[in-house]
């Protein structure tokens, strides 16, 4: 018989849009363990391949989270997965059944890779100013971990980018509050460039969609069942035509819709010399340019998931492991 394991005793509670990280560390400094090592051992007992730098929009290794918390609190491995890491936005790429990507012993899994974290944490400042009147302390966000999210949607505003990179991350428990507190935000010139600079009004308003679009991505990414007919709307809505050779077309039609310098930014195949980025397909896309497509598409991610529901409305994931 398997051993039951002991409800931890100072588990923090996950705060809204929390990524995994930041409850891991912040974990880590109510437990009082003395190396971070311990505490990890503590959340995840069969980590023998385990990165902590994943968990920061990744899922990985959530076996054992029944012993997190009491049961009362609902953390279940599904509620963790879909609320504090950005599964949701992988979701869009693949025709893997919820179930199927959210279980850490499928090989699958593995292909979480492709969302990558920005370089360093990073967050919104007035986001951080709320978490602390409203908490009494700051948490890492998912949102502003991801590439391609550049800009807070609610408060309008660009990223700051912390001093902490992810490899650092990786060795010890950064909270928020510890990183705000020591007030060095400038290691990256990313956010100082946005900040110092004036930015054309017609780029932020496209960084503010993008933001809003992925948010909503991150809630409700499972809801365009897969991979595959999004693509078909895609194909339909923007009359695309000769399949699997799009580069071009959807260079354009992303310039008609955003701004030169965003287009470039999230498809820097576009810059390669002609020839070589024609045979760019829609497979061959990340998240963030997904979502961008589907709102060229449709105006929103929103309008693109009800668009793709009222085409397909019973084709649910096609492919099962
Ligand atoms: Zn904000």
Sequence with gaps: MIEKRKILPCFPIPYPDECLYSIVARYHVRSGNPHFKL?????????????????????????????????????????????????????????HSPSVVMNPKNCQFRQLAVIHPHRHLRYCPICAQEQIKVYGEAYWQRLPQLRGAEYCPFHEIPYITSAVSVAEAGRKAFTASYVLSLNNSASSNDSADILQHKVDPSVKKSYIEISKDMTWLLANGYKLNGIDCTFKVVEKELSLQSKGLYGRTIEKYALDVYPKKIVYESFPCFQRDAGSYNGYTLYDMKPVQLSMLMSIACGNVSSFAQKRNEMYPDIKYSSII
């Design 39 to 95: 505490s990890i051992m503590d959340l995840f007992p069969n980590s023998k391949y385990f990165t902590v730098a994943s968990t920061i929009t990744m899922p990985s290794h959530l076996t054992c989270t029944d012993h997190w918390a009491d049961s009362k609190y609902g953390l279940t491995t599904e509620y963790i997965v879909k609320n504090h890491t950005a599964v949701q936005l992988y979701a869009i790429r693949t025709n």
